[in-house]
């Protein structure tokens, strides 16, 4: 079923048909029409979750973990500060291997207040040991709730995941969304069974303290799953393909990339006018490309090396600033070293920042200072406030 | 009601010899019963009671932070309640997991009425991380966050009232027991399960180390304690005072000389001032509750 729906909503309306036993989250702007319409589709019998109103970002996660180990699907949704309130509580799920969504409308953090979008919330939780999924538009905000879940509770996997998309520009733009049935999403999501749950008949103790003799291997743990979840979302990504017609089973997306003299890597929805920006200099007989990264964690460093093979000049596009690094975002060093190639140049661009407008233009000066190999710096300073 | 005979903590934790806490917990189970979850917060009992690959507990057990054990017990009842489950949901923390750290989680459980018993182990101190003062540190005891000194009698401040807090919440049922008492534990436990809606006990449990007391003398310690006032055992029924143990009051002197945390109140000499303000502590909660018999 097609329908016209906001970002927000697009994410409310998968999670919803995943059959969350239970839901918590609290408001945060952008990301507040998702708990609101949760709310609502509690209130009207459409869901049928416990709702938890809690008081802090902190206690809805801890409630969401709570939940989780007691054997049920749980599901939240966050941004900016309400993440930087969690994050002690998303390294504890991810340490206890519970499989919890939660939907990211990206939003750039304090001090100053923004409540405009950049990506620097998720990307500062990049080692939390949760996946990391980024939608370019609300399609795939949709459709990677079913394939988050399913990836989490696989028993290979189980790891939490953020599906993370832009702030405003994703979360309350209207763009038309193919919707599965109920009974489509169950014979592709079927219920929840849990690997092991907090149970009177069969107790077990979760969240024990570890000494130096077993805390390594429990990280070392972590790192596997993660890594073994690569296949994990090319599989479950190919299925959903199979089934809804959409494949996922990529974890970057390449544009005009085979043929490419310079590469753009970017995240999320400014690909969009990367690739209106492409399309225009192609226009004009420059051989430009992108490379947008669908997952960030785990880091699909053999698909970003295959996809980059054979182009020279490679400019990383930011919305996030790693300050005091010498790249100046955190995705330049990934790709770099999935690169491995000292012939190579992959420069860093932190952009949009604070929710800074990108446009065509800016992207064209950009490939300007990739092609001069000018790089690691911010693009559209206004220098006169400096 | 709940099966009063088992041991659901077992044997072989690591805590100090006549740790207060572990017997608390003990205690706890055989009032709740089997059929229970419990919540911990990082502490002394979370330590000695889980070292990796060991457990003590033969019921469902899970730490997650510090603070948020009312949060995570708030979303293991709501998956209860959706799975049809009948568990109990406890939460065993300490006293800086409750009175300090955890106490919005602990606000917001109680707000949204979850079905929860809250439990404080209330050692009067943060133990776990080398006895610091807590909201619950009473007034005067030397902790290493709190050290009595030239200009200092220790801490400063008296103990938080947590009990009347919760009860300002709106729970039905809130209640303080101490280890010198077993039963009255046990008994306060089981009706807090049976009593629907979140409640909330407080339990004294001396803590050997970080009083500076000889671990033999735990129980008679905390018995001290109710004798002289300092500590009143009592249940709270919807906001209201119901049953309080009475006694024959006993001045504070005893009491603080038998322990390392109020040395300073006597050596090099007598410190007469403060031993009367503790001295007045205890005659208000025994104006308060009604304690003297
Ligand atoms: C956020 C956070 N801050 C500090 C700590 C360190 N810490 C662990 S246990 C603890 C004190 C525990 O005190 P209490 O709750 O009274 O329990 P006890 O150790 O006395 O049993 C502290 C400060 C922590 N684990 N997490
Ligand atoms: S330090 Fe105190 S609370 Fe901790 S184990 Fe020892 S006696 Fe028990």
Known sequence: ?386 | MADKTCELVDCGHRACGGCGPAFAARLILKGSGPESIVCASTGCMEVFSTPYPQTAWKVPWIHSLFENAAAVASGIESALKKQGRKENVLCICGDGATFDIGIQCISGAFERGHNITYICYDNEAYMNTGIQRSGATPYDASTTTSPAGKRSTGNNRPKKDLPQILAAHGSPYVATCSIAYPNDVIKKVDRAVQTEGPCYIQIHTPCCTGWGFDGAKTVELAKMAIECGLWVNYEMVNGKVEKVKKIKRKPVDEYLKSQKRFAHLFKPQRNDVEIAKIQAIADVNAEKYGIDL
């Open chain 1, 1 to 386: 079923m097609k329908g016209i729906l906001e970002g927000s909503h697009a994410a409310a309306e998968a999670a919803k048909l995943c059959r969350p036993d239970v839901v918590s989250a609290y408001p945060i702007t952008p990301q507040t029409h998702i708990v609101e319409r949760l709310a609502e589709m509690v209130a009207d019998g459409e869901l049928d979750s416990e709702y938890i109103c809690v008081e802090s970002e902190f206690s809805a996660l801890s409630a969401c973990l709570g939940a989780s180990a007691a054997g049920s699907r749980v599901y939240s949704a966050t941004s900016s500060q309400g993440l930087l309130l969690m994050t002690e509580v998303c390294f504890n799920v991810a340490g206890m291997r519970q499989p919890i969504v939660m939907s990211i409308a990206n939003r750039a953090v304090g001090a100053p207040l923004s409540i405009w979008n950049d990506q620097q919330d998720s990307i500062a939780l990049r080692d939390c040991g949760w996946i990391q999924i980024y939608a370019e538009d609300a399609q795939e905000i949709h459709d990677f709730h079913y394939i988050a879940y399913k990836v989490a509770e696989d028993h290979d996997v189980l790891l939490p995941v953020f599906i993370c998309f832009d702030g405003f520009i994703l979360s309350h733009t209207y763009e038309p969304v193919d919707m599965p049935t109920q009974a489509e999403v169950d014979a592709f999501l079927p219920p929840y069974k849990p690997y092991n749950m907090l149970d009177a008949k069969n107790p077990i103790s979760m969240g024990m303290y570890a000494t130096p003799e077993y805390y390594m291997e429990f990280r070392y743990e972590i790192d596997q799953a993660m890594v073994r979840s690569l296949d994990v979302i090319r599989r479950v990504g190919k299925e959903f393909g199979q089934k809804f017609g959409r494949d996922y089973s990529n974890l970057v997306e390449a544009y005009k990339l085979e043929d490419a003299e310079v590469a753009i890597v970017a995240l999320g929805s400014v690909s969009g006018t990367i690739k209106d920006a492409i399309d225009e200099m192609r226009a004009d007989g420059k051989k430009v490309g992108l490379l947008r990264l669908i997952v960030f964690r785990p880091f699909p460093a053999e698909d970003v090396k295959k996809a980059l093979s054979g182009i020279k000049k490679v400019g990383v596009f930011e919305k996030n600033l790693s300050i005091g690094a010498r790249m100046k975002g955190a995705v330049g060093y990934e790709v770099k070293d999935a690169v491995n190639d000292s012939s190579v140049s992959v420069l860093s661009y932190v952009a949009g920042l604070g929710g800074r407008d990108i446009t065509i233009a800016d992207i064209k000066k950009m490939v300007g200072e990739i092609e001069a190999g000018r790089g690691d710096c911010f693009l559209g300073l206004r220098e006169e406030l400096i």
